[in-house]
Protein backbone atom coordinates (compact mmCIF):
# COMPACT_ATOMS: atom_id res chain seq x y z
CA UNK A 1 0.00 0.00 0.00
CA UNK A 2 1.51 3.53 -0.83
CA UNK A 3 1.86 6.43 1.47
CA UNK A 4 -1.09 8.28 -0.60
CA UNK A 5 -3.14 4.86 -0.22
CA UNK A 6 -3.13 5.25 3.49
CA UNK A 7 -3.79 9.04 3.37
CA UNK A 8 -7.13 8.22 1.81
CA UNK A 9 -8.00 5.39 4.12
CA UNK A 10 -7.36 7.66 7.15
CA UNK A 11 -8.95 10.49 6.37
CA UNK A 12 -12.27 8.22 5.45
CA UNK A 13 -11.82 6.78 9.11
CA UNK A 14 -11.36 10.15 10.61
CA UNK A 15 -14.84 11.74 8.92
CA UNK A 16 -16.37 8.31 9.85
CA UNK A 17 -15.41 8.73 13.69
CA UNK A 18 -16.72 12.66 13.33
CA UNK A 19 -19.64 11.48 11.99
CA UNK A 20 -20.41 9.47 14.75
CA UNK A 21 -20.63 12.59 17.66
CA UNK A 22 -24.26 13.05 16.61
CA UNK A 23 -25.72 10.05 17.68
CA UNK A 24 -24.06 9.83 21.07
CA UNK A 25 -24.56 13.64 22.14
CA UNK A 26 -28.32 12.51 21.23
CA UNK A 27 -27.64 9.46 23.41
CA UNK A 28 -26.40 11.26 26.35
CA UNK A 29 -28.56 12.19 28.89
CA UNK A 30 -25.98 14.81 30.39
CA UNK A 31 -26.65 18.33 29.22
CA UNK A 32 -24.16 20.11 26.88
CA UNK A 33 -22.00 21.46 29.09
CA UNK A 34 -21.37 18.81 31.34
CA UNK A 35 -21.37 16.19 28.24
CA UNK A 36 -18.20 18.51 26.89
CA UNK A 37 -16.84 18.96 30.36
CA UNK A 38 -15.84 14.87 30.53
CA UNK A 39 -15.37 14.77 26.74
CA UNK A 40 -12.81 16.71 25.88
CA UNK A 41 -11.05 15.63 29.33
CA UNK A 42 -10.88 12.19 27.43
CA UNK A 43 -9.53 13.90 24.39
CA UNK A 44 -6.87 16.09 26.21
CA UNK A 45 -5.29 13.01 27.59
CA UNK A 46 -5.10 10.75 24.18
CA UNK A 47 -3.55 13.89 22.82
CA UNK A 48 -0.65 13.86 25.35
CA UNK A 49 -0.43 9.85 24.95
CA UNK A 50 -0.15 10.46 21.22
CA UNK A 51 1.86 13.13 20.87
CA UNK A 52 3.62 13.65 24.17
CA UNK A 53 5.70 16.28 24.40
CA UNK A 54 3.81 17.84 21.17
CA UNK A 55 0.67 19.19 22.88
CA UNK A 56 2.35 21.64 25.51
CA UNK A 57 3.73 24.47 23.32
CA UNK A 58 1.90 27.37 24.10
CA UNK A 59 1.86 30.89 22.88
CA UNK A 60 -0.54 33.57 21.69
CA UNK A 61 -1.44 31.61 18.71
CA UNK A 62 -2.11 28.59 19.95
CA UNK A 63 -4.19 30.79 22.82
CA UNK A 64 -6.62 31.77 20.32
CA UNK A 65 -6.82 28.48 17.89
CA UNK A 66 -7.45 26.73 21.32
CA UNK A 67 -10.63 29.26 22.27
CA UNK A 68 -11.99 28.83 18.60
CA UNK A 69 -11.39 25.18 18.65
CA UNK A 70 -13.01 25.08 22.27
CA UNK A 71 -16.03 27.23 20.60
CA UNK A 72 -16.48 24.84 17.88
CA UNK A 73 -17.13 21.83 20.15
CA UNK A 74 -18.87 23.71 22.45
CA UNK A 75 -21.64 25.18 20.66
CA UNK A 76 -22.03 22.18 18.21
CA UNK A 77 -22.90 19.98 21.30
CA UNK A 78 -25.53 22.57 22.16
CA UNK A 79 -26.98 22.77 18.58
CA UNK A 80 -27.30 19.35 18.53
CA UNK A 81 -29.08 19.00 21.62
CA UNK A 82 -31.52 21.91 20.82
CA UNK A 83 -32.13 20.98 17.17
CA UNK A 84 -31.61 17.90 14.79
CA UNK A 85 -28.28 16.31 13.87
CA UNK A 86 -28.63 17.27 10.26
CA UNK A 87 -29.55 21.07 11.10
CA UNK A 88 -26.20 21.36 13.44
CA UNK A 89 -23.79 19.40 11.21
CA UNK A 90 -24.99 20.97 7.68
CA UNK A 91 -24.92 24.44 9.36
CA UNK A 92 -21.48 23.80 11.33
CA UNK A 93 -20.24 23.27 7.20
CA UNK A 94 -20.87 26.85 6.33
CA UNK A 95 -17.40 27.11 7.65
CA UNK A 96 -16.08 27.46 4.28
CA UNK A 97 -18.25 30.41 3.39
CA UNK A 98 -17.71 32.22 5.88
CA UNK A 99 -13.31 31.71 5.13
CA UNK A 100 -14.88 32.86 1.62
CA UNK A 101 -15.80 36.35 2.77
CA UNK A 102 -13.07 36.62 5.75
CA UNK A 103 -10.48 35.54 3.99
CA UNK A 104 -9.60 38.65 1.75
CA UNK A 105 -9.98 41.15 4.57
CA UNK A 106 -8.31 39.29 6.98
CA UNK A 107 -5.10 37.69 4.76
CA UNK A 108 -5.68 39.96 1.81
CA UNK A 109 -6.35 37.60 -0.64
CA UNK A 110 -8.30 37.84 -4.03
CA UNK A 111 -11.78 38.32 -4.01
CA UNK A 112 -12.52 35.95 -7.25
CA UNK A 113 -15.92 35.48 -8.68
CA UNK A 114 -16.36 31.93 -8.08
CA UNK A 115 -16.35 32.66 -4.84
CA UNK A 116 -18.92 35.24 -4.26
CA UNK A 117 -21.36 33.29 -6.38
CA UNK A 118 -20.92 30.13 -3.53
CA UNK A 119 -21.77 32.65 -0.55
CA UNK A 120 -24.56 33.86 -2.68
CA UNK A 121 -26.03 29.70 -3.44
CA UNK A 122 -24.75 28.83 0.12
CA UNK A 123 -26.56 31.53 1.97
CA UNK A 124 -29.69 30.63 0.23
CA UNK A 125 -28.73 27.26 1.48
CA UNK A 126 -28.65 27.92 5.00
CA UNK A 127 -32.21 30.16 4.88
CA UNK A 128 -34.05 26.30 4.23
CA UNK A 129 -33.23 25.49 7.61
CA UNK A 130 -35.61 27.92 9.00
CA UNK A 131 -38.16 27.65 7.03
CA UNK A 132 -41.19 26.00 8.87
CA UNK A 133 -39.60 26.10 12.03
CA UNK A 134 -41.67 26.55 14.79
CA UNK A 135 -40.16 25.27 17.90
CA UNK A 136 -38.59 27.73 19.74
CA UNK A 137 -35.56 25.47 20.46
CA UNK A 138 -35.08 24.41 16.84
CA UNK A 139 -34.43 28.09 15.70
CA UNK A 140 -32.26 28.60 18.87
CA UNK A 141 -30.37 25.82 18.17
CA UNK A 142 -29.94 26.43 14.29
CA UNK A 143 -28.22 29.95 15.85
CA UNK A 144 -26.01 28.23 17.32
CA UNK A 145 -25.22 25.77 14.87
CA UNK A 146 -24.34 28.83 12.55
CA UNK A 147 -22.05 30.23 15.40
CA UNK A 148 -19.96 27.05 15.84
CA UNK A 149 -19.72 27.34 11.90
CA UNK A 150 -18.48 30.79 12.42
CA UNK A 151 -15.92 29.62 15.00
CA UNK A 152 -14.74 26.78 12.81
CA UNK A 153 -13.82 29.24 9.90
CA UNK A 154 -11.78 31.37 12.37
CA UNK A 155 -10.09 28.01 13.52
CA UNK A 156 -9.28 27.20 9.95
CA UNK A 157 -7.95 30.97 9.46
CA UNK A 158 -6.21 30.87 12.72
CA UNK A 159 -4.53 27.61 12.05
CA UNK A 160 -3.69 29.03 8.40
CA UNK A 161 -2.05 31.93 9.16
CA UNK A 162 0.26 29.95 12.64
CA UNK A 163 3.32 27.94 12.11
CA UNK A 164 2.40 24.17 11.27
CA UNK A 165 3.54 22.97 14.86
CA UNK A 166 1.18 24.77 16.60
CA UNK A 167 -1.59 22.73 14.99
CA UNK A 168 -1.35 19.65 17.67
CA UNK A 169 -0.78 21.82 20.69
CA UNK A 170 -3.75 24.22 19.67
CA UNK A 171 -6.22 21.25 19.77
CA UNK A 172 -4.85 20.03 22.69
CA UNK A 173 -5.46 23.33 24.81
CA UNK A 174 -8.71 23.86 23.15
CA UNK A 175 -9.77 20.34 24.92
CA UNK A 176 -8.37 21.94 28.19
CA UNK A 177 -10.01 25.18 27.77
CA UNK A 178 -13.30 23.71 27.10
CA UNK A 179 -13.51 21.83 31.05
CA UNK A 180 -12.66 25.60 32.36
CA UNK A 181 -15.52 26.96 30.61
CA UNK A 182 -17.32 23.79 31.73
CA UNK A 183 -17.11 23.60 35.34
CA UNK A 184 -19.44 25.30 36.91
CA UNK A 185 -21.92 22.54 34.90
CA UNK A 186 -20.41 19.55 36.77
CA UNK A 187 -19.21 20.98 40.15
CA UNK A 188 -19.69 20.23 42.98
CA UNK A 189 -20.90 16.66 42.38
CA UNK A 190 -19.52 15.30 39.10
CA UNK A 191 -22.16 12.23 39.04
CA UNK A 192 -22.06 10.99 36.00
CA UNK A 193 -23.63 6.81 35.40
CA UNK A 194 -21.62 4.08 34.16
CA UNK A 195 -23.44 3.88 30.62
CA UNK A 196 -23.42 7.77 29.61
CA UNK A 197 -19.37 7.78 31.39
CA UNK A 198 -18.94 4.81 28.31
CA UNK A 199 -20.40 6.64 25.43
CA UNK A 200 -18.73 10.01 26.24
CA UNK A 201 -14.92 8.09 26.73
CA UNK A 202 -15.94 6.53 23.11
CA UNK A 203 -16.44 10.22 21.88
CA UNK A 204 -13.30 11.80 23.96
CA UNK A 205 -10.92 9.16 22.93
CA UNK A 206 -12.10 8.12 19.39
CA UNK A 207 -14.47 10.32 17.67
CA UNK A 208 -12.25 13.72 18.74
CA UNK A 209 -9.07 12.26 19.72
CA UNK A 210 -8.06 9.66 18.05
CA UNK A 211 -10.07 11.09 14.61
CA UNK A 212 -7.93 14.19 14.99
CA UNK A 213 -4.63 12.09 15.51
CA UNK A 214 -5.80 10.73 12.46
CA UNK A 215 -6.29 13.30 9.96
CA UNK A 216 -3.19 15.23 10.79
CA UNK A 217 -1.81 12.03 9.77
CA UNK A 218 -3.29 11.98 6.38
CA UNK A 219 -2.77 15.35 5.42
CA UNK A 220 0.38 14.87 4.94
CA UNK A 221 -0.23 12.05 2.46
CA UNK A 222 -2.76 13.70 0.29
CA UNK A 223 -3.30 16.57 -1.09
CA UNK A 224 -5.97 19.21 0.86
CA UNK A 225 -8.94 18.70 -2.44
CA UNK A 226 -9.05 14.85 -1.50
CA UNK A 227 -9.04 15.78 2.13
CA UNK A 228 -11.93 17.98 1.76
CA UNK A 229 -13.78 16.42 -0.16
CA UNK A 230 -13.51 12.94 1.31
CA UNK A 231 -14.30 14.84 5.11
CA UNK A 232 -17.72 15.74 3.42
CA UNK A 233 -18.55 11.96 4.71
CA UNK A 234 -18.87 13.56 8.03
CA UNK A 235 -22.02 15.60 7.22
CA UNK A 236 -23.58 13.18 5.22
CA UNK A 237 -23.00 10.31 7.27
CA UNK A 238 -24.04 12.32 10.98
CA UNK A 239 -27.91 12.25 10.25
CA UNK A 240 -27.87 8.65 9.04
CA UNK A 241 -26.50 7.61 12.17
CA UNK A 242 -28.63 9.37 14.13
CA UNK A 243 -31.69 8.30 11.95
CA UNK A 244 -31.04 4.65 12.16
CA UNK A 245 -29.88 4.56 16.20
CA UNK A 246 -32.10 7.77 17.25
CA UNK A 247 -34.93 7.67 15.13
CA UNK A 248 -34.36 11.44 14.55
CA UNK A 249 -35.74 12.51 11.09
CA UNK A 250 -34.45 15.66 9.28
CA UNK A 251 -36.76 17.84 7.63
CA UNK A 252 -37.06 17.98 4.38
CA UNK A 253 -35.76 21.54 3.52
CA UNK A 254 -33.18 20.90 5.74
CA UNK A 255 -32.17 17.43 3.70
CA UNK A 256 -32.30 20.26 0.53
CA UNK A 257 -30.56 23.24 2.28
CA UNK A 258 -27.52 20.56 3.48
CA UNK A 259 -27.37 18.97 -0.86
CA UNK A 260 -26.76 22.93 -1.68
CA UNK A 261 -24.29 23.99 0.79
CA UNK A 262 -22.30 20.65 0.33
CA UNK A 263 -22.62 20.30 -3.35
CA UNK A 264 -22.06 24.15 -3.89
CA UNK A 265 -18.39 23.76 -1.66
CA UNK A 266 -17.64 20.16 -3.15
CA UNK A 267 -18.06 22.20 -7.08
CA UNK A 268 -15.99 25.31 -5.81
CA UNK A 269 -13.25 22.93 -4.79
CA UNK A 270 -12.99 21.21 -7.71
CA UNK A 271 -13.10 24.29 -10.15
CA UNK A 272 -10.38 25.84 -8.43
CA UNK A 273 -8.00 22.90 -7.53
CA UNK A 274 -8.27 21.99 -11.43
CA UNK A 275 -7.49 25.54 -12.57
CA UNK A 276 -4.38 25.69 -9.31
CA UNK A 277 -3.23 22.10 -11.40
CA UNK A 278 -3.49 23.71 -14.66
CA UNK A 279 -1.30 26.64 -13.52
CA UNK A 280 1.05 24.79 -12.43
CA UNK A 281 1.26 22.40 -15.20
CA UNK A 282 1.45 25.24 -17.32
CA UNK A 283 4.43 26.72 -15.50
CA UNK A 284 6.03 23.16 -15.61
CA UNK A 285 5.76 23.34 -19.23
CA UNK A 286 7.36 26.87 -19.73
Known sequence: MTEHQ???IAIILAAL?????GLFIKLI???AYQLSFYRS??????????FRKKVFVFNLPVFINGLFYAGILILFVIATKL??????IFLQYTAPIYVLILEPILL????????????IIS?????????GEISPTHFEGNLVALLSGICFAAFLIGIRKSDESYRVPAIFWGNIFIPILCFNAVYPEFNIDLKNFLMIAYLGIFQIGLAYAVF????????GIEAALIAMIEPVMNPIWVFLGYGEKPSPFAILGGLIILSTITIRTIITERKRFNNKNNLKQL
Open 108 to 119: KTKLRPINVVSV
Open 29 to 31: TLD
Open 41 to 50: IFSALTFVIL
Open 83 to 88: TTAANA
Open 17 to 21: LWSTG
Open 6 to 8: KGI
Open 123 to 131: FFGMTLFFV
Open 216 to 223: TYSIKRIE
